[in-house]
């Protein structure tokens, strides 16, 4: 049964910055890939990043590319997103995701595990 938990959500200031943790179980190959989405209030889901645990891929939208970074922690078996020079508009819950193969689009209906979401709060 594939879990997946995020950690690390908080309130942060403007230019700040936070690391986010998606604790993986339940896959019994590193052939899957972890993205994240976020969703602000009163708004759609949206996928800004992935990573391929097969061959370490990864992939990020314009609108975080330069300032988010995933990472794994291979010991741990635990997926990170550095989040630098955070500003009000990331403002949402943050959710990591998975899938049994490489990266694909980063729609919803792609991936098919799903954590709870961790709150991030970009406010002075």
């Known amino acids: 049964q594939v879990q997946l938990v995020e950690s690390g959500g908080g309130l942060v200031q403007p230019g700040g910055s936070l690391r986010l943790s998606c604790a993986v179980s339940?896959?019994?190959?590193?052939?899957?890939?972890i993205a994240w989405f976020r969703q602000a209030p009163g708004k759609e889901r949206d996928g800004f990043s992935c990573?391929?645990?097969?061959?370490?891929?990864?992939y990020y939208t314009d609108s975080v590319k330069g300032r988010f970074t995933m990472s794994k922690n291979n010991a741990e078996n635990v997926v990170h997103l550095q989040l630098n020079s955070l500003q009000p508009e990331d403002t949402a819950v943050y959710y990591c995701?998975?899938?049994?193969?490489?990266?694909?689009?980063?729609?919803?209906?792609?991936?098919?595990?799903w954590g709870q979401g961790t709150q991030v709060t970009v406010s002075s």
């Open positions: 339940g896959f019994t190959t590193d052939t899957y890939s």
């Open positions: 990573l391929s645990l097969r061959d370490g891929a990864t």
């Open positions: 995701a998975a899938r049994p193969d490489r990266c694909a689009s980063l729609y919803a209906e792609n991936y098919g595990y």
